[in-house]
């Protein structure tokens, strides 16, 4: 056994501990082969030698990033311990730039791999789409991107869609008109804006149209140009509903779909026209495709373990594939 001193210079301790010592917790669980001593800006391990080189080459890549981001977030923390910190530090042209700043004044940017991706390919390609699981920031990113375009008057206007499928509710129960009925279900939407517009001017835009919120049957006709447009929940629009949203497109428009494909409520998931669409339309210039997955989930570190359960529940077995699979992935 023997014991080694890890100076944390040029960091904030508090950083790297966390709250609490929430971090230092995750990192001692971690390397439960060496015993850590934190100590003000110290930190002393002891064990045997090979794993102390193994801790001391992971805390320095951590006090590194401390050091260059002054903040650690679980998430950053989480993929600095697997190992994964090359896919951490890549940036959106060459710098993690804030994409807008919240009603709070805290300065909302990308936070993971994919995130950064998408910030990066929405420069380059007028059609995105965004595929992965719940909480991976696909639509808060996207309508960060919507209103940063916005206000840099680089569009004259945002909308937002989203196929009106009933997952499990029946929305002809619900009271009111239309809108009253639809509200609640593009509640999402709305809440990701009122994180980045003051609500009178928020207010303001929807009332003079430039922000529109509606269902995706509403974009049937239109010609959608000079605009940054999004749709959300796209795994349950029909082929048809994305043939007729993505034609729409008018010049000087940004498209970006995003969509869970795991949770398809369309009555067959072979239906979905975003399945089909990431078919059909790979490969065509001008168009990226991304694919989220459970390193990009910023929500409670437990929707991470959630969708990796359910993932592996769901994975049908070599010999014994079962007869409910529709095979959404393969038609």
């Not at 064990?47 to 679980?74: A, S, Y």
């Not at 995105?128 to 920031?137: H, I, M, R, S």
């Not at 082929?239 to 949770?263: A, E, P, W, Y």
Request: overall charge negative.
């Amino acid at each position: 056994m023997i014991e080694k001193q890890i100076s944390l210079e040029g960091i904030d301790p508090s950083s790297l501990y966390g709250v609490h010592n929430r971090h230092l917790n995750t990192i001692n669980s971690a390397f439960t082969q060496v015993k850590i001593i934190a100590r003000g800006h110290e930190l002393k391990v002891i064990g045997e030698e090979t794993r102390i080189l193994e801790f001391e080459k992971t805390i320095l890549k951590i006090i590194d990033f401390v050091r260059n981001h002054n903040e650690l977030t679980e998430e950053d923390l989480s993929l600095l311990l697997e190992d994964k910190s090359q896919e951490l530090m890549v940036e959106s042209n060459g710098k993690n730039e804030v994409l807008v700043y919240g009603n709070n004044g805290k300065p909302i940017k990308a936070r993971t791999i994919n995130q950064k991706i998408l910030v990066h390919d929405s420069i380059d390609n007028d059609i995105v789409l965004a595929v992965g699981p719940a909480g991976t920031g696909k639509t808060y990113t996207t309508i960060a991107l919507a209103v940063k375009a916005l206000k840099n008057r680089e569009v004259r206007k945002i909308i937002l869609t989203r196929p009106a499928v009933e997952a499990g509710e029946h929305l002809g129960f619900l009271p009111g008109d239309v809108r009253e009925k639809l509200d609640p279900y593009l509640q999402p939407l709305y809440d990701a804006l009122r994180d980045m517009i003051p609500p009178k001017k928020l207010g303001d835009y929807i009332e003079d149209q430039t922000i529109q919120i509606a269902p995706i049957a509403f974009m049937r006709g239109r010609t959608l140009e000079n605009a940054f447009v999004v749709m959300d929940e796209a795994q349950n629009a029909t082929s048809n509903q994305m043939k007729m949203f993505l034609t729409r497109m008018g010049v000087n428009s940004k498209f970006i779909v995003t969509g869970d494909v795991t949770q398809i409520d369309l009555p067959r998931k072979s239906d979905s026209g975003l399945v089909l669409a990431m078919k059909v339309l790979k490969g065509i210039e001008g168009i990226s495709i991304i694919m989220f997955d459970e390193r990009d989930i910023v929500r409670h570190k437990l929707v991470k373990d959630i969708v990796r359960a359910y993932e592996n529940f769901e994975k049908p077995s070599d010999n014994n594939k079962s007869e409910n699979d529709e095979g959404y992935g393969d038609e």
